[in-house]
């Protein structure tokens, strides 16, 4: 259904926005490609040592931002240019150069760039691949009708450790669910126009406490199938330039990690892109411990493969003379200079028309984008508590109280917002309730609090009474301002501020509470999945965000979102996660020498897959097309689905496998499929996956991929707890 509509708003596109849109982005082969390489051999033929050198330098908008170095040829790459005009001025400025080699027009288009889109975790929420394609292209999009032609996204970071701000940029905790989302969107934006980046290479995901910036310390065999997929997938799917990570890995920090930047990324998995560093990270070699200086950390990060210093001065201030003295061979600095032309000659950049500033606003916000949005936030919220049916709202519901600053939105603080391309108004969720609940329901707001932040109350008393004589309570809470994103690690994850407070005390008027969050993160939710009547999560929905939760609160949508991030039940569980190893002393019946907690249970609070719908999903007659296969071979698993509610809904059909006995231990369960069906209410569907042995084995701690003959066990269900069970024998031959 969602195809059918984004395709019938792409027909309704005018003529002038096609022709105006930016070709496709993707590697050119055969022998275009080839005359590329011939391309970038003569010019560097060309080339001085400090022309190459500024290849490789990219600076950024704001002070200290120096335009004649574009004049000068010395700068390859800028960033957060987002004003059409001032992306023009730089693109005249290249033309003044000696050369005219283009610049790569960089920019952090995370979510959305006009028009915006749930964070990538809310996106991932929705465990709907193509509506995460379509989200990624119409981002690109908007940033290429800008004169932007490369995103610093997808970031495909995987992390168990919801304490660490930047999950709300990743896909949450799992590699399958991680690299499928990682392709959706590599696809989607370089489909509208705009290099991909995925970052960060690798493993920042996995900071110690989840502080960010910290070390990480990964085992070759959870490195390589935990957090390398998603980067391989993204690669795969075409994506022309990586970011290096600001972690160190195992005591090599990810900006001199030759081992992973030449020796597998370039090596084993043969990428020809370029790597960028991240912002300062090469001048942070120094702190890290493994350079005296900056002109050491130059050198240090170019031979281990970082081809672009990101607005850390230092390639622009040192290289050179590093060349000059030797301790930089020419040819590192050439094929460096060569990764980076080749991405612009595959790009198009060569040729092509600058940015039209007076076109530019009219490719914003287009109705097609905004359906795309209002699709996706609907699609990424989760109903985690639905007690007695409280949602959707019933017909005996006569009046509404909506508490929470968050439910009316503030400037959206984002990149684009010097841009000066106009964006509609954002609906706030009252009005949007008013516009579809009957017009005798009467729709009381009380921001409660100051800011959107909750970290102080503007009226806590004209809340509470706005709840006591309401029939319903929407209190929308949540994380803003600077408790989510990056530098924003927490050792708690409760609501912030004041807001439990105001909760506690809505729910002590005695009226049902629904909960709705905006979080970066999943937060603990306990007290709350004990006291409040419904639950629904979001991962902040973008600009269509509040109209989307409108929805789902009146029944206009039948809620589909699934759990990509475990939530815990308290912080002292993390990391929780649902693909733990097995233990030789599992839980049984919580006695003292068991792998237990003493004060909190094991298990999350709200697991990885797991969502509720107004429909009902039973699970029948699991069965595989054959009991055996050989290591290299396939089956197709098969399973019924029903809908035994009285609503049409949308189901999330989940595969697990288990191998209780290999060679290495495995995990208890472990994500192999997943498929977003439409079932109308008493609709039964035979769901098929095709399951292959071949992708079924793990890593060792060498390296080594293994697939272990034996016996396979595969679950079925709505979640990482699905119990239909069938099983299929690995077989040597």
Not at 85 to 95: G, S, T, Y
Not at 695 to 713: I, S
Request: charged fraction near 25%; glycine fraction near 8%.
């Amino acid at each position: 259904m969602l195809l059918r509509l984004v395709a019938a708003f792409l027909l309704l596109i005018p003529a002038s926005f096609a022709f105006s849109q930016q070709p496709p982005v993707a590697w050119k082969t055969g022998s275009e490609a080839r005359e590329i390489e011939r391309k970038v051999d003569a010019l560097i033929r060309r080339m001085t040592l400090e022309e190459k050198v500024g290849q490789l330098h990219l600076s950024g908008r704001g002070e200290g931002f120096d335009i004649n170095q574009v004049r000068s040829g010395d700068m390859g790459a800028v960033m957060n240019f987002v004003v059409p005009a001032e992306v023009l001025a730089v693109q005249k400025a290249v033309r003044e150069s000696r050369l005219k080699i283009p610049l790569i027009i960089g920019l952090d288009a995370v979510h959305g760039f006009s028009t915006y889109f749930p964070l990538p975790l809310g996106q991932a929420s929705s465990w709907n691949p193509a509506l995460i394609e379509q989200a990624a292209y119409w981002t690109g999009r908007e940033a290429a009708a800008a004169g932007i032609n490369w995103t610093f996204a997808p970031m495909v970071d995987i992390s168990r450790d919801p304490r660490w701000g930047r999950v709300l940029e990743g896909a949450g905790e799992d590699a399958f669910l991680g690299a499928v989302v990682a392709r959706a969107r590599t696809l989607g934006y370089q489909r509208g126009g705009v290099a991909t980046t995925p970052k960060h290479f690798v493993s920042y995901g996995a900071a110690e406490a989840g502080r960010d910036y910290n070390s990480t310390w990964i085992p070759t065999s959870q490195l390589f199938d935990l957090h390398l997929p998603p980067f391989k997938a993204s690669f795969d799917a075409g994506a022309m330039t990586a970011m290096a990570a600001f972690n160190a890995l195992n005591g090599v920090p990810a900006t001199a990690h030759k081992g992973m930047l030449t020796d597998l990324l370039r090596g084993q998995w043969g990428f020809r892109g370029f790597v960028t560093s991240d912002f300062g990270s090469i001048t942070e070699l120094r702190l890290h411990g493994i350079a005296r200086d900056d002109a050491e950390a130059a050198r240090k990060a170019l031979l281990a493969g970082i081809d672009m210093d990101m607005m850390g001065d230092v390639y622009h201030k040192h290289l050179a003379a590093e060349v000059r003295a030797g301790r930089v061979p020419v040819k590192a600095l050439d094929e460096a200079v060569r990764r980076v032309l080749r991405v612009k000659f595959h790009l198009g950049l060569f040729g092509k028309p600058d940015v039209d500033p007076a076109a530019a606003p009219k490719l914003m916000q287009t109705e097609a984008a905004r359906e795309v949005a209002l699709q996706a936030a609907r699609e990424g919220a989760i109903l985690l508590k639905n007690a007695d049916e409280t949602l959707p709202i019933r017909d005996t519901v006569k009046s509404v109280a909506v508490i929470g600053a968050m439910a009316v939105p503030e400037d959206e603080r984002v990149w684009t917002d010097p841009a000066g391309l106009g964006r509609r108004r954002i609906t706030p969720l009252p009005e949007a309730l008013r516009e579809r609940l009957p017009k005798e329901v009467a729709v009381n707001y009380q921001p409660a609090f100051t800011k959107n932040c909750g970290t102080e109350f503007a009226d806590k008393q004209a809340a509470i009474r706005a709840a006591a004589e309401a029939d319903l309570v929407v209190a929308m809470l949540g994380e803003d301002c600077e408790f989510m994103g990056e530098a924003a690690s927490r050792t708690k994850l409760d609501l912030p501020g004041v807001q439990q407070e105001l909760l506690e005390a809505l729910v002590a008027t005695g009226k049902p509470v629904v909960l709705v969050l905006a979080t970066g993160r999943p937060l603990v939710l306990s007290w709350a999945s004990e006291h409040v009547a419904a639950i629904l999560q979001t991962f902040h929905g973008g600009t269509e965000g509040r109209t989307a939760i409108a929805d789902i609160l009146t029944g206009r949508y039948n809620p589909s979102g699934r759990v990509p991030m475990s939530f815990p039940r308290s912080v002292g569980q993390i990391p929780v996660y649902y693909s733990q190893l097995p233990t030789g002393r599992p839980e049984k019946i919580r006695q003292r020498y068991e792998s237990i907690f003493m004060d909190e249970r094991n298990e999350p609070l709200y697991p990885f897959g797991y969502g509720l719908s107004y429909s009902r999903f039973t699970y029948a007659d699991p069965r595989v097309s054959a009991s055996s296969m050989p290591l290299d071979g396939q089956v197709e698993v098969s399973v019924d689905v029903s809908n035994t509610g009285s609503r049409d809904g949308q189901e999330v059909v989940q595969l697990y496998i288990r191998q209780p006995v290999a060679s290495l231990s495995r995990p208890l369960r472990e994500l192999k499929g997943f498929e977003k069906v439409t079932l109308k209410a008493g609709e039964t569907r035979t769901v098929r996956f095709r399951l292959e042995a071949a992708k079924l084995g793990a890593h060792d701690e060498r390296g080594r991929y293994v697939v272990d003959p034996g016996e396979v066990e595969i679950y079925l269900g709505g979640s990482s707890r699905a119990a239909a069970k069938t099983q299929v024998i690995l077989t040597k031959s």
